[in-house]
């Protein structure tokens, strides 16, 4: 049977929500889903290996790609620009991987636009205090930090309407089986099934 084309996965929720550890948790049983590989023009740190943590570019070399429409989407924070590389993701999805995008709202609603045939999902927390909770619970962050991305929070949360699933992450292994369920009912759907499915009435 024909390998099936991956699904673009679009993964967003608010600092704080543990999206990260609901994401690691899930990849480490999954080996048909990758975690989307960004550019960037920042400059390596010890331990980045291009192409594994980062795509590293320069600011030209990044510039060329934005002229090129080689980028799903891009931002510039603190000086430096950070995007999607549209011909790698392409590449994975082709192969039959499934790709995750672990991006920020902005981003996500501007891949939604371009790339219809996208599974968004939003990762939340059980409450506002939760949250709170979370944050000061690391312990490393000042008091005016920690109001900035509450306030960031409250702000992202109101976006999460414009996602197809939403996922309250009150337990990472809950949270993980919830992740789950939606990636094996997206890809069950026809027009995902449809290649595979007329082979097989085909050769009926």
């Known amino acids: 049977m024909t390998n099936k084309r991956g699904m673009l996965i679009i993964f967003s929720g608010p600092s704080g929500c543990g999206k990260g550890t609901v994401l690691s948790r899930f990849l480490?049983?999954?080996?048909?889903?990758?975690?989307?590989?960004?550019?960037?023009?920042?400059?390596p740190r010890p331990g980045d290996v291009d192409g594994v943590h980062y795509f590293f570019r320069t600011r030209e070399e990044f510039e060329r790609m934005?002229?090129?429409?080689?980028?799903?989407?891009?931002?510039?924070?603190?000086?430096?620009?950070?995007?999607?590389?549209a011909p790698y993701v392409e590449e994975?999805?082709?192969?039959?991987?499934n790709v995750i995008l672990e991006i920020e709202v902005q981003g996500a609603l501007k891949v939604m636009q371009t790339c219809p045939d996208h599974v968004s999902i939003f990762v939340g927390v059980?409450?506002?205090?939760?949250?709170?909770?979370?944050?000061?619970?690391?312990?490393?962050?000042?008091?005016?930090?920690?109001?900035?991305?509450?306030?960031?929070?409250?702000?992202?949360?109101?976006?999460?309407?414009?996602?197809?699933?939403?996922?309250?992450?009150?337990?990472?292994?809950?949270?993980?089986?919830?992740?789950?369920?939606?990636?094996?009912?997206?890809?069950?759907r026809y027009n995902r099934m449809k290649t595979n499915f007329m082979e097989v009435m085909n050769n009926a």
């Open 126 to 188: 059980p409450s506002i205090g939760e949250l709170e909770r979370r944050l000061r619970g690391r312990g490393t962050e000042e008091e005016e930090v920690i109001l900035r991305r509450m306030a960031a929070a409250k702000q992202e949360l109101a976006t999460a309407e414009k996602y197809q699933y939403l996922v309250i992450n009150d337990d990472v292994d809950k949270a993980v089986l919830r992740l789950q369920a939606i990636l094996e009912a997206e890809s069950l």
């Open 66 to 85: 934005i002229a090129a429409n080689e980028l799903l989407e891009y931002a510039e924070y603190s000086g430096n620009y950070y995007g999607t590389p």
């Open 92 to 97: 994975c999805l082709a192969a039959g991987k």
């Open 28 to 43: 480490a049983e999954r080996t048909d889903t990758v975690l989307s590989v960004s550019a960037t023009t920042r400059k």
